[in-house]
């Protein structure tokens, strides 16, 4: 009996024992539960839950983004100074930033993330993206990279780098909340397409960059929705790819060059693509058979999905440039190309110049098309519009007068006219002709 109880007490033991293991595995040893849903165990990682680490972004970036500081006159020889963000997007110090920053300004300061100063050149503006470019003595500058907004997802995590309220360098995190949205704050002309994000910006950051997880430039910073003034939940970033077209053709030719298809066009209520109202006569999509009431459903392959996307993938071309675009009509898809126009129905890259140096004068000019030059005068810039009260409606210029010559010296473009009146001395005789009147008409006046 005593080898016998002996046995059994072992055996109680192993059992024990075993119990005791298996409890503590299952029960006492058991992973914390960090999210737990229909009774069965999720483990959520640090990095999935808050998007992961964005320094490398932040490293990436932070030094080609600058401060700007601009010295306006409110008249009466009161000055007031605005601020706001901008960002190198070359190696030779090219620098973005929106137009409404840099408006009427009679300085454009830059200070570097490395505390650098510098007074910045005006290369150009363009109201209706609002978008400008300066430029600082800055060799070897480092620069941006940009990625494709088109391919920007909802949800995605996305950094804003600026200057909030002159807190510089500052470094904010979000995801994309929307796109395409349109604010009707540029007026009816403007190109509203906007990314919207939940990341906090104020003001000061109108300028600034938004950055992929990739550390991709995706959009410049311009608006936040507000009553306050300061940051109540969303801010607003202009597609770097509406960026990037309008910042190279301010460099390459000194103005955007905007592409039409020559349509009007409306939203469909409750689904994707627009309506064609109206096809003007001779027109990109008058050439290449749309009609009226086609439903444009992409361009280049890009989906559309309401007006302002359809006015955003326009503005990635220029006039000259083919497009395929999509349609349907009675039910039936077709897919056509389109050779994009400007707004005198033509493919030259021309467009109305308005460099503060020709405002102060008092005009806007442009180059002459192909169809002028071959059948009006083979050089020469032509006046679009005159400005009241100015030095050259002083001396009655008018509109579609052609300027042939500054001081004698031949005009071939508008950059060539700038250079030539600045190189002028105190008198400038300009001659010209009138497409209606014959003979030379000549213009004088002091600089």
């Given at each position: 009996?005593k080898i016998?109880?002996?046995?059994s007490?072992?055996?109680?033991?192993?059992?024990?024992v075993?119990?005791?293991?298996?409890?503590?595995?299952n029960?006492?040893n058991?992973?914390?539960?960090?999210?737990?849903?229909?009774h069965?165990v999720?483990?959520?990682?640090f990095?999935?839950?808050?998007?992961?680490d964005?320094?490398?972004?932040a490293?990436?970036n932070i030094?080609?983004?600058?401060?700007i500081?601009?010295?306006?006159?409110?008249?009466n020889?009161v000055y007031t100074?605005t601020s706001?963000s901008?960002?190198?997007?070359?190696?030779?110090g090219h620098?973005?930033t929106?137009?409404?920053?840099?408006?009427?300004?009679?300085?454009v300061l830059?200070?570097?993330y490395?505390?650098?100063n510098?007074?910045?050149?005006v290369?150009?503006?363009?109201?209706?993206?609002?978008?400008a470019?300066?430029k600082i003595?800055k060799?070897?500058?480092?620069f941006?990279l940009f990625?494709d907004?088109?391919i920007?997802?909802?949800g995605?995590?996305?950094m804003?780098?600026g200057?909030?309220f002159?807190?510089?360098?500052?470094?904010s995190v979000?995801i994309?909340?929307?796109?395409?949205r349109?604010?009707n704050?540029l007026?009816?002309?403007?190109i509203?397409?906007?990314?919207q994000?939940?990341?906090m910006?104020?003001?000061?950051n109108?300028?600034?960059?938004?950055?992929?997880e990739?550390?991709?430039?995706?959009?410049m910073i311009s608006?936040?929705?507000t009553?306050?003034g300061?940051f109540e939940?969303?801010?607003?970033a202009?597609p770097?790819?509406i960026?990037k077209?309008?910042?190279?053709?301010?460099?390459n030719?000194?103005v955007?060059?905007?592409a039409?298809?020559?349509v009007s066009?409306?939203?469909?209520?409750?689904?994707?693509g627009?309506?064609v109202?109206r096809?003007n006569s001779?027109?990109?999509?008058?050439?290449c058979?749309i009609n009226?009431?086609d439903?444009i459903?992409?361009?280049?392959?890009v989906?559309?999905?309401?007006?302002?996307?359809?006015?955003a993938n326009?503005a990635?071309?220029?006039?000259?440039?083919?497009?395929?675009?999509e349609?349907?009509?009675?039910?039936?898809?077709?897919?056509?190309k389109?050779?994009?126009?400007?707004?005198?129905?033509?493919?030259?890259?021309?467009a109305n110049?308005?460099?503060d140096?020709?405002?102060?004068l008092?005009?806007?000019?442009?180059d002459?098309?192909t169809?002028?030059?071959?059948e009006?005068s083979d050089?020469?810039?032509?006046?679009v519009?005159v400005?009241?009260g100015?030095k050259?409606?002083?001396?009655?210029?008018?509109p579609?007068?052609i300027?042939?010559n500054?001081n004698?010296e031949e005009i071939s473009?508008?950059?060539?006219?700038?250079?030539?009146?600045?190189?002028?001395?105190?008198?400038?005789k300009l001659?010209g002709?009138?497409?209606?009147y014959?003979?030379?008409f000549?213009?004088?006046?002091?600089?």
């Open positions: 009996m016998e109880n002996y046995i007490n072992i055996l109680i033991a192993v059992i024990v075993v119990a005791g293991l298996v409890v503590y595995h029960y006492i058991e992973p914390r539960i960090i999210f737990q849903n229909d069965r999720k483990k959520v990682s990095d999935k839950q808050y998007g992961g964005f320094t490398p972004i490293e990436k030094s080609c983004v600058v401060y500081n601009t010295i306006k006159s409110s008249g020889g100074n706001g901008g960002v190198i997007i070359s190696p030779n620098i973005i929106n137009y409404h920053v840099i408006d009427n300004a009679e300085k830059v200070t570097t490395e505390n650098e510098f007074e910045a050149k290369i150009g503006k363009d109201e209706a993206t609002d978008i470019v300066l003595n060799p070897n500058s480092k941006v990625g907004s088109n920007l997802k909802l995605e995590w996305i804003l780098i200057n909030p002159k807190l510089r360098n500052s470094v979000g994309v909340s929307a796109k395409n349109t604010l704050i007026g009816s002309s403007g509203e397409s906007y990314i994000t939940d990341a910006a104020n003001p000061g109108s300028g600034g960059g938004m950055f992929n990739n550390g991709d430039f995706v959009g608006a936040i929705s009553n306050t300061s939940g969303y801010s607003f202009i770097s790819n960026v077209k309008a910042a190279f053709d301010i460099i030719y000194g955007v060059q905007r039409w298809l020559g066009i409306k939203n469909i209520e409750g689904e994707n627009v309506i109202e096809v001779n027109g990109a999509a008058d050439d058979g009226a009431g439903k459903l992409s361009i280049e392959g989906r559309i999905f309401n007006v302002a996307q359809f006015e326009i990635n071309f220029k006039p000259g440039d083919l497009i395929n675009i349609y349907v009509r009675a039910g039936e898809k077709k897919i056509v389109a050779l994009l126009k400007n707004n005198l129905n033509t493919t030259d890259l021309i110049r308005k460099d140096i020709l405002i102060d008092g005009f806007v000019l442009r002459l098309t169809k002028e030059k071959r009006i050089f020469g810039v032509m006046v519009s400005i009241n100015t050259i409606s002083n001396i009655n210029i008018e579609g007068y300027i042939k500054i004698g473009n508008v950059n060539d006219f700038i250079q030539k009146y600045k190189q002028a001395s105190t008198t400038v001659k002709i009138y497409k209606s014959p003979g030379i000549p213009y004088v006046f002091e600089k």
